[in-house]
């Protein structure tokens, strides 16, 4: 008979092929349970199923799962389908904006760990946002923070790069998914923001080779 649990808070599991990563947000850790899909099966809302009481117990008593759901329930990302296209020319104005942003975001990025990273940014809302001047101010916001990245110091990498931009769209009244992937043999995470299955600053072809194991 099989058992069903719950990944434990800041705990994220993803099936990668025949494996199983972990992503333990508190430790800033990344763990693979090799062959782990062959004996448990990851399902929507953070929830595990595992064969028997047994294998159970070894989660629970790991610290990976926990026996009740959690609340709220934990969300999954739509597939990825398209990505912004963004103009080559942002406003002066914008673009001045966009930079003083990304200088307070990189100093509000410096020294935090990923937990307190995520505990940091702006929750995403939904719906993603339909209306024509949201759209444009989307693409103008986007716009002016890849045109000015390239001159705030201390540029990081994606990590750093979607915590800055999701702080300037914030500011705009825009709130992405931020979605954390991995990919196995050889290991590699990454991290892009998103609204329903656009993707923002950032290109298909380099997030469908991920596949998402957190959205915060």
């Known amino acids: 008979m099989t058992v069903e649990v719950w990944c434990a808070a800041g705990v994220f599991l993803a099936p990668v092929g025949e494996d199983v990563v972990v992503l333990d947000v508190n430790a800033d850790q990344y763990h693979c349970l090799l062959d782990g899909a062959d004996w448990m099966a990851v399902g929507e809302g953070g929830s595990v199923t595992v064969p028997d009481e047994c294998a159970a117990n070894l989660l629970l008593g790991a610290g990976v799962a926990v026996g009740e759901r959690p609340q709220p329930p934990r969300r999954t990302p739509e597939p990825v389908r398209r990505q912004l296209a963004t103009t080559s020319t942002p406003s002066k104005r914008t673009l001045l904006r966009a930079g003083f942003s990304l200088a307070a975001a990189t100093i509000s990025f410096r020294g935090k760990s990923l937990r307190q990273l995520v505990q940091a940014c702006p929750a995403a809302s939904s719906p993603a946002p339909h209306g024509l001047h949201d759209v444009r101010t989307l693409i103008e916001s986007v716009t002016a923070v ?3 990245l390239p001159w705030i110091p201390f540029e990081g990498e994606c990590l750093q790069r979607a915590f800055q931009i ?7 009244g825009i709130h992405p998914d931020w979605v954390f992937g991995v990919r196995t043999w050889p290991f590699a995470a990454h991290c892009w923001l998103q609204i329903g299955d656009l993707v923002i600053a950032d290109t298909l072809d380099r997030v469908n080779r991920y596949t998402p194991i957190m959205v915060v």
């Open 166 to 172: 999701r702080r300037v769209l914030a500011r705009r």
């Open 146 to 148: 890849q045109a000015a």
